[in-house]
């Protein structure tokens, strides 16, 4: 039986995080993914001459100081990958309205103030509360990285963990066109305003305004692929293809791992990088598969998408991230129902507008996200097609008769595929008062991911990542320095 110092499960962005930090500070790395291709909900993939990305449309943290590039820069493999910005962020439309999200919070701002010049005062002091959030995010985040922790919120990030985004919006401003055009991205952690905390809302904001969204040139796959190689450059064992199928305890603690096959592994600290539930209630099981369902009856899961991949022929003038928006009623986009109606909201994405490297010339990508907030076996794949692409053509007229190949992924697909609860998209629901996860104290068992407690999405993740890294790294006595 071989022993590594620590074993990394699941090579989502939270394990390759972890694992490239702990590998490029010495220890002996062992990353196990029960895929193919690393990358989780990072994946892309190949259709014709079209290439998808699974999941994610865009994120930062790569850009020169963030994260993820930092971790790139360890691992010796920053220039194995490029990325293109993507500002604006995003177009929202709206019936009367097409809004530019953009990546720079004044300019954002301003364009808010020329469309809504009564409510001028109070997006100054709005986005002034941001500016002065983010001071005590930058605190927690660099005490984070510096000591493993990351418990220390200052008391304006207290007071928005505490309350809904609606309330907050509501304190600020009384025109609800504008508290509507505010919430365009309260999809992009598919809660509704009145549900989702405003500070996971403030949090995700300020990650585009500061840092800008960002896609690999070629697909998401690009960066999981480097982050793999410069973990292997650097001395650390992958296995991909091999599912692990239990934590091993003894006295209480982790030391080890039994994958399907039978082929065990021993570490004194295991990271799982796997949904949650997954991990309490099948990795690690018996008496510790109540706090798996504490946690799902108290705070429950994001929502989850269809999603369609469409290669066309012909070109667009459009944005290459939209989203669509038939009603300012934003709060019924979140209920249970919508993947059957018309008038949803979804999200479109044309990666190829901006990367030529994605399809052929004179082609693009057209990716079409909905939120499905209830998880159904029984959804009708042949009909949800049917209904999103009617919901596309309110932006993009012709759509179906350009199509040229053509994919679909279910709830169910993404979590056969990376083992989400539900096809969950963002882990845990961010709710007002979530603090976390609290639970059982199992030694040496570490959370790396967007079921680690920190939020969901691509950066989020990766810093759930570099704290267990961080917890480890503390715990050995060695530096941990990004
Ligand atoms: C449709 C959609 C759109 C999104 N859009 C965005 C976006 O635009 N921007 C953004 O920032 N975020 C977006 N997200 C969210 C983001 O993709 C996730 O929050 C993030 O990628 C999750 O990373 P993770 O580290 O938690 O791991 P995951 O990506 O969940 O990966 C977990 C890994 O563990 C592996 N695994 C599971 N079980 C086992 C086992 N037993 N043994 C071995 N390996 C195992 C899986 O195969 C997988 O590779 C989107 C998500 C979805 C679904």
Redesign the pocket.
Known sequence: MQDYDVIV???????LISAGILVSRGLKILL????VN?????VSFQRGDFVFDA?????SGVENGGLINNVLKLLGVDSQVHFVRVDPVRVSIFPDMKVAVDSNMDAYKKRLMSYFPLEGAALVTFFKLLEDMYIELQTAINMLLSIGEFNKAGALMMRLGNMSYLQLLNDFFTDAKLKSILSDRCT?VGLSPSKASALTMAIMMLSYFKFGAYRPVGGSQKLADALVEGIRNKGGRIIFG????KILLKYGKCVGIRCENGDEYTSKNIIS???FV?TFNN?IGGEYEYFAKDMLNNVGVST??F?LYAGIKGDIEQHSSIGSFPSYRMETYFRPDRIYQEDATIGITIASIEDKTRAPAGSHTVVL?EMVQVYDETLDKAHCTKMILKKAERILPHLTNNIVVMDAATPET?LK????YH?S???WKQIPGFRGIKGPEIKNLYI????GGMG??????AY??ARAAGEILTKEGIQIDI
């Open positions: 499960i699941g090579s989502g962005i939270g394990g196990i993914e029960k895929n690393p990358g989780g909900y990072l999941a994610v449309d865009c994120f992009f091999s599912t692990v199928q990088n796997v949904d997954y990795l989850s998408y999603i996200h993404l595929f990376t083992g989400n096809g998209a963002f882990g790396a991911g967007h079921w969901g999405g691509v950066l989020a993740a759930s990542g």
